[in-house]
């Protein structure tokens, strides 16, 4: 199981959040913070597979991130998910995000979160793995964009 | 451009939209707090307009606002409409809300079931996609009870899309709603098999998370498993399969030697790295499992750890850290595959990446042995002093104290060295594990009785040292070690070469900075120092020292009585009073220091940690029981007239207190006292004085290591471990040496045997012995502890809610709720009820079948219900399917029990279980075999079934005789088995002499959870092959036959197993397997040998064993049966000669062997006849004395179709070849003649077959 998704930048500031477990909105801050303080210490050329985090899950709990330029994605899963599979999935995500927003950067997620959303949805559902096809992924993602299109100038129309 | 004027204009209509919310908060960065809150109160506004869309927007922005932190529940209720908005772009913004900020106590999840519903079932699939997404974040109890039902029905949806949405939501509904994982099971399970791949991973991903928790509730689907992970090429799936596979050979070590050859042929042939890691993984829980009952899998290990060594020198810190990973995994079982690594973990502690090093301590604390703890130990410590102030220290400090503590020191040869290390470790700055080295100080002080001289003496220049300890705030951490050092030195101060000294220095006014705890015990041990020092003074008649040392004390204890921990002053007073006595005792020259010293007289011995939990509540006593009256909340209404008092009391019926008599009271107090002379807990007031402990007997015996005192005993300096590793070697080497006299001298007499007994270890390390005896002193329990292993489970798990049979038939209660209009009772159709009532008549009537009757005529009715379903919903076979399921597990039970009159129900388990034995024991290709295992159980039926006499055939004495020349590795399988089923029903005692007739197994054989009676082994498709004097070959009848996708054009693959037994008594050995291929039918060689080499069969046979070997044919066409001649050539050993040997056999592939059991819903059947693609051909079969059932099974079993339908004497049956094929066939019997009609899309293949079966039938 996934147990939440966590996107945030070079200097901390969240710019996803996904919890697939309950945590009130102080406590999902407290992981974020602690989260970052783990991950932003490492050097970009250690392993990518971090333990010791105490916050989620207990012990049965792994980090597990990339460093894409100024953003960290950081997976927290238990022992259910194969680490290098997390990595894989990682990169479709990035991947789709690319392909969606067209060289996806900071700026794309801090606008839209929401469509940012949108595509983690299609990946992951509630704390499982849903899709890793990127291009199934990124039809599903295009689909339901067109049916929003559509009801914008429907909207309009009226 | 029409888009950007769409989008201006909608960017108008708002106030403010997410990204000018978003931009707003970037340009107010000072002050971000307060323009959110004016941004807040706008949104407030906006969400109190009527316009849906002002709405979403308003609750697209607080989703926003939710990521930085601000509590939005507020809008739950806005949230709530917007989900519930027509139009998609606003319900998309709604749940995405709401799976952010609902959780289960967010009360308006109330008013969503309704609309949830709606959303699911909508004919637009992304509005049930939404919901299924939103739902999944926050789904409750509640919705989950309520919206089962439909979510079951969203899992046999058109759209893959929201089949696999549906699917992986179910997992969250298992979790919430426990009651609906067995009526959903059944289609979750078909779902493995899903056409598209997204929907079969999805279920594998739900049955992988619910078996990780529950692995033996998922044993039997591991046929399916297996398959799937053959025949999937989908990583992801795989990696799933692959790690549900490590979860459940834990249970089933069969499983794992199955699983061993493609696993390993997969970690050969994959590419990717995380399946390869996966994979080695699996094989190491495998290896974990078999490391009992299996001789060796060297090979395997060796290629799991050359592929982790590979790995972990891999420049890619992942990998590194994997292979460290999996590689502490081989640790626990193969510890010597992994220690010939040391030198590449040793070199990983360099690592500058954290997780690296600390995967390789982790590695390191099972890699220690007698020998190399010490080497290990220093590295360490060198690791230590160069990770100055980190978190990687103390990481490393509790590394060193467990890998040196692991299983009761075990790996601990000399104990000065282990509490020298511990000294050193005390220089640590600023740790946070002071307690941690305290307690192992106290443990081995405590335990190790022949170390206490010693400790003490190092405890004691620690105190005298404790102000460097203490020196700054920085090591507050480490004074908890003082605590130690304390009581060691007062509890064993008869070892204290200058109990004096230690006293001054544990009275000195610094001791007043230190916590309030250690300054407590402090006090607690000078007392006991003081008795120590009156002791030795006096013995010395020397008056005036002792009455010195009572001054001190004097002196020094006001200061403690003065200190604001509460503890202290307690302890200090009392003490100090005491002293004051003392002192006036001594003035009058009386001799005090026996008494002094009886007040800590006695051992403290060490408890174990579970002692208390496992003190057994002694009979009689209920813990629950008020010992007094409970605090009347009346009692402050005393003065109440009494009558109103009297009036109330038998209402609220509290016990009343009893009067107790003064002899009642004495009675208790001797039974308490009792109890607590039988309590460890209680410290006894026995008369044994720390005089009596020290003669002990055996104590002198202990050989006390004689101190070098050449070796400073300082704190500070120099590390003095160093000194004791040195003096270990050579204590070692002297050792070594002597063994060697010894062994020399022992040539001429018998050894008496060496003076010193090693605690434990393993023999390899025979030549070190500890330095002297480790007495290492047992935890007490209590007397007569009960023992239980369910001290770790945790009582809060939510999977512990899903520990649930799934192999159990359902009950009629366990349907999924359905909403009210749905559940009206439809009327029985006369088909139905005829079938009930012919069930009924068949079989005479029965007090406890009624009951059974009852069920099943309720499961008609829910038959019915679901039929309706059906009809609305157009998922005929799915549904069917299931209800199928619940009847046929049904029928049966109502069978056994009227025939056979035996009380006992057999579960279905049992069919369950019978059939993974079956596939464990020799079937490689499971699903296939599965129905097959099942049918043969059935088969065999007739001539046991007391009941049925007429059934009794000649076959059947044909398959005994089968069964016992079945070799004997089977037999011992078969018991073995039987032995199990045993002791999982004990009920079953008739076994052997009840079987249950399988009347109405029609959906049984269908389905393949056939219920049966007896756990029968299964019956063997092996025949025999050849045999001579020396060893017999049995082939079975090639039934094991795959297809291997894409590798070949059109070419198949049949396995064929071979049981050789050794029937003589010389060993055998080189045994070649050899075949003339044909043109058609080709043995399959190992790459590079030419056409005409006999393959190696991998074993030897020693005298009366027997092994299996598998062969792999190739296959061109399979319209035709084939015949293939071949010779297997072998070595026969004996004692003084060897011979060459061979033996000539031909290997018979009928027609039947290339068929696959392969389950077909009815609808599809009837679609593939009306297809026309077939041709017809028919045959009959005359004088047929068996029942239809019987027939059916025995066309199941050995010619591999599976029944599609049967109604009455009519069945439809199919079967599919290797090569894709369709068989059906339609069997009717009416009196002795049974007519089969057939149709296939190969005539040659059809005729073949037909001709086949009709010869089985011609033999009995």
């Known amino acids: 199981m996934i147990k939440a998704i966590l996107i945030f930048n070079n200097h901390g500031k969240p710019r996803l959040i996904r919890f697939y477990q309950y945590f009130a909105e102080d406590m999902q801050q407290q992981i974020i913070r602690e989260t970052f303080h783990l991950v932003s210490k490492r050097d970009d050329n250690v392993c990518n597979f971090l333990e010791g985090g105490s916050l989620i899950g207990g012990s049965d709990y792994k980090l597990i991130y990339r460093h894409y330029a100024t953003l960290y994605f950081v997976f927290c899963v238990d022992s259910s998910e194969s680490e290098l599979g997390i990595l894989d999935l990682i990169q479709v995500f990035v991947e789709t995000l690319d392909k969606c927003f067209e060289n996806v950067c900071e700026l794309d997620l801090i606008f839209h979160m929401d469509k940012v959303h949108y595509i983690l949805q299609e990946v992951v559902m509630g704390g499982m793995v849903l899709e890793t096809n990127m291009n199934e992924i990124v039809a599903q993602v295009e689909v339901q964009n067109r049916m929003e299109k559509s009801e914008v100038s429907l909207f309009l129309d009226r | ?1260």
């Open chain 2, 1 to 1260: 451009m029409a888009l950007k004027i769409v989008k201006g204009s909608i960017d108008r209509m708002f106030d403010k939209n997410l990204q000018d919310l978003v931009r707003g908060i970037r340009n107010h960065k000072e002050d971000e707090a307060k323009y959110i809150s004016t941004c807040i109160d706008e949104i407030k506004q906006e969400l109190k307009q009527d316009n849906i869309a002002v709405k979403a927007n308003a609750v697209c922005k607080l989703t926003y606002l939710q990521m930085l932190g601000y509590d939005v529940s507020w809008a739950a209720f806005n949230i709530v409409e917007v989900m519930s908005s027509s139009k998609f772009t606003y319900k998309r913004i709604g749940y995405l809300a709401a799976s952010q900020c609902f959780h289960e106590s967010t009360d308006v999840i109330m008013l969503t079931t309704n609309q949830i519903r709606k959303d699911l079932s909508s004919p637009n699939q992304y509005d049930t996609g939404v919901a299924l997404t939103g739902l999944s974040c926050f789904v409750t109890p509640d919705l989950a009870r309520d919206l089962a039902n439909d979510i079951m029905t969203l899992m046999s949806h058109t759209k893959p899309y929201i089949r696999k949405k549906a699917v992986l939501i179910m997992y969250k509904v298992f979790l919430k709603y426990p009651e609906s994982l067995r009526p959903a099971f059944p289609r979750l399970k078909e779902k493995l098999e899903d056409p598209d791949p997204g929907v079969q991973s999805a279920a594998v991903n739900v049955i992988c998370e619910l078996a990780r928790r529950n692995p033996k509730n998922y044993l039997s689907l591991a046929p399916l498993f297996f398959k799937l992970m053959t025949s999937s090429t989908n990583n992801w799936v795989l990696i799933k399969i692959i790690k549900l596979f490590g979860a459940l050979t834990p249970l089933e070590p069969r499983l794992g030697k199955k699983l061993i050859e493609p696993l390993t042929n997969l970690i050969h042939s994959t590419s990717a790295m995380s399946l390869l890691y996966e994979c080695v993984n699996t094989v190491i829980a495998v290896l974990i499992s078999l490391s009992s009952g299996m001789p060796n899998h060297s090979a395997s290990i060796q290629l799991c750890v050359q592929k982790l060594r590979i790995l972990i020198e891999d420049s890619d810190q992942n990998l590194k850290y994997l292979g460290l990973l999996a590689m502490s995994k081989i640790l626990k079982t193969h510890p010597k595959s992994v220690q010939s690594h040391k030198d590449l973990i040793l070199q990983c502690l360099d690592d500058k990446d954290e997780s690296i090093r600390l995967r390789a301590l982790d590695l390191l604390y099972g890699m220690v042995s007698k020998k190399n703890l010490m080497e290990i130990v220093k590295k360490l410590m060198l690791h230590v002093d160069k990770a100055e102030g980190t978190t990687y220290r103390d990481e490393l400090l509790t590394k060193i104290i467990d890998i040196c503590s692991q299983s009761n020191y075990q790996y601990i040869t000399n104990f000065e060295w282990y509490i020298s290390i511990l000294v050193e470790l005390t220089r640590l700055e600023g740790t946070r594990h002071g307690h941690l080295i305290a307690s192992q100080m106290l443990d081995v002080a405590i335990r190790v009785r022949a170390i206490r001289v010693f400790a003490v003496a190092q405890m004691a220049t620690l105190l005298d040292n404790a102000h460097l300890l203490t020196g700054n705030m920085q090591r507050m951490g480490i004074c908890e070690v003082l605590y130690a050092a304390a009581w060691i030195c007062g509890e064993f101060s008869e070892h204290l070469e200058n109990p004096m000294q230690t006293l001054e220095a544990m009275l000195r006014p610094k001791v007043a900075t230190l916590p309030g705890h250690i300054q407590a015990v402090y006090v607690q041990n000078a007392a006991k120092l003081f008795a120590t020092v009156l002791k030795n003074q006096e013995g010395n008649t020397d008056s005036t020292a002792a009455q010195e040392t009572s001054q001190l004390m004097i002196d020094r204890l006001p200061l403690f009585v003065q200190s604001a921990n509460l503890e202290v002053q307690e302890r200090a007073s009392c003490i100090l009073q005491l002293v004051k006595y003392i002192q006036k005792l001594q003035q009058k020259d009386v001799e005090v220091a026996e008494e002094v010293c009886a007040l800590f007289a006695g051992e403290l011995n060490p408890v174990a940690p579970k002692a208390q939990k496992k003190v057994p509540v002694p009979e009689g006593l209920d813990l629950d029981a008020w010992i007094n009256e409970p605090p009347s909340e009346s009692e402050s209404e005393d003065e109440q007239p009494k009558a109103i008092f009297a009036k109330e009391e038998p209402k609220h019926s509290r016990p009343r207190h009893t009067e107790v008599d003064e002899k009642e009271l004495a009675r208790r107090r001797e039974a308490r006292k009792q109890e607590q002379a039988n309590n460890p807990f209680y410290i006894k007031a026995s008369p044994s004085s720390q005089k009596a402990y020290q003669e002990a007997p055996g104590v002198e015996h202990i050989p006390v290591v004689q101190i070098d005192l050449s070796v400073p005993l300082k704190v500070p300096g120099l590390p003095m471990s160093d000194q004791y590793v040195k003096l270990e070697e050579e204590r070692r080497q002297k050792e070594r040496a002597d063994k060697k006299k010894k062994e020399k001298k022992k040539r001429k007499e018998k050894r008496s045997g060496r003076g010193r007994k090693h605690d434990s270890g393993p023999e390899s390390e025979e030549d070190i012995t500890p330095a002297h005896m480790v007495d290492i002193v047992t935890e007490e329990m209590p007397e007569n502890a009960l023992p239980s292993d369910d001290d770790d489970k945790d009582p809060n798990d939510p999977h512990k809610a899903l520990d649930i049979d799934l192999d159990k038939p359902l009950a009629d209660s366990e349907k999924l709720p359905v909403r009210a209009h749905r559940a009206a009772e439809a009327p029985k159709s006369p088909a139905e009820d005829g079938e009930a009532e012919n069930a009924a008549s068949q079989e005479p009537k029965k007090k406890s079948s009624k009951e059974k009757r009852e069920k099943k005529k309720d499961k008609d009715r829910d038959r019915k219900k679901s039929k309706e379903e059906k009809k609305k919903k157009k998922h005929k076979h799915e549904e069917k399917g299931e209800d199928l399921l619940g009847g046929q597990a049904d029928e049966p039970v109502v069978q056994s029990e009227e025939t056979n009159e035996v009380a006992a129900l057999p579960t279905s388990t049992s069919a369950e279980v019978s059939d993974l034995d079956f596939w464990l024991s020799n079937a490689p290709v499971p699903s296939n075999t599965q129905e097959a295992a099942t049918v043969a159980e059935a088969a065999p039926v007739p001539e046991a079934a007391s009941g049925t006499a007429p059934d009794s055939e000649p076959e059947e004495p044909k398959d005994t005789e089968m069964e016992e020349t079945k070799s004997s590795k089977h037999k011992k399988k078969k018991q073995k088995k039987e032995k199990e089923e045993k002791e999982k029903k004990k009920k079953k005692k008739h076994h052997h002499h009840h079987h249950h007739s399988d009347g109405g197994g029609e959906e049984s054989v269908q389905n393949g959870t056939v219920e049966e009676e007896e756990p029968l082994p299964p019956m063997s498709n092996y025949c025999l092959l050849a045999e001579n004097s020396y060893i017999k070959m049995m082939m079975e009848d090639a039934d094991e036959v795959y297809d291997i996708q894409g590798n070949l054009q059109d070419g198949s693959q049949v396995v064929v197993s071979v049981i050789f037994e050794n029937k003589c008594d010389s060993f055998l050995k080189s045994m070649e397997f050899n075949v003339l291929d044909s043109l058609n039918s080709k043995l399959q060689r190992p790459e590079g040998s030419g056409p005409h080499d006999g393959l190696t069969v991998p074993f030897q046979l020693p005298p009366g064993v027997s092994n299996e070997a598998r062969f792999v044919f190739t296959v061109q066409s399979i319209v035709m049966p084939q015949k293939l001649k071949g010779t297997l050539t072998f070595i026969v050993k004996n004692e003084d000669s060897s011979t060459h040997e061979k033996l000539d056999f031909k290997l018979h592939f009928t027609c039947t062997s290339y068929l696959i059991t392969t389950p077909c819903y009815s609808d599809a059947f009837a679609k593939l006849l009306e297809s026309g693609d077939l041709k017809c051909s028919s045959v009959r079969l005359e004088g047929v004395i068996m029942p239809f059932h019987h027939l059916l099974a025995r066309i199941c079993f050995h010619h591999h179709f599976s029944v599609v339908e049967r109604i009455d004497s009519c069945a439809s049956m199919y079967s599919r070849s290797i090569q894709g094929h369709h068989v059906c066939l339609l069997v009717k019997t009416s009196g002795q003649t049974v007519s089969i009609d057939a149709k296939c899309d190969e005539p040659t293949l059809l005729g073949n077959v037909l001709d086949e079966i009709k010869q089985t039938f011609s033999q009995c």
